[in-house]
């Protein structure tokens, strides 16, 4: 149902050659903070988990939202997900 729904919003039928973000992940440089609900449909944590697994850059975190799904990580948890983010920035960008 993802793929309809995706090409509906955008005109592009995703293919997994042109969507696979785990290829991308080992080249990135900067600093990378991966968010997911726990119960997203969409993209899975355990996808999420293997795409932190693959990054090389040791500035890197995780926030698996308990009872969340895709859209709604800030709202199932806004405390978590604002702590999370600022401790990221915060270790992440220059003081």
């Known amino acids: 149902m993802v793929v309809p ?3 509906l919003r955008t005109g592009v039928w995703p293919s997994s050659e042109k969507a696979d973000a ?3 992940i080992p080249g990135i440089k900067c ?3 991966f968010i997911a609900g726990a119960h997203d449909r969409i993209c899975p ?3 999420t988990r293997l795409m932190y697994d693959a990054a090389r850059n040791p500035q890197k ?3 698996i939202v308990p009872n969340a799904d895709h859209d709604s990580t800030f709202a199932q948890a ?3 997900y604002e702590a999370t983010v600022k401790r ?3 270790n992440a960008l220059p003081h």
């Open 5 to 7: 729904i995706y090409y």
């Open 88 to 90: 990221f920035l915060d």
């Open 22 to 24: 785990l290829l991308a």
């Open 78 to 80: 806004p405390h978590l």
């Open 31 to 33: 600093p990378i903070l």
């Open 61 to 63: 975190d995780l926030l």
């Open 45 to 47: 944590p355990e996808n």
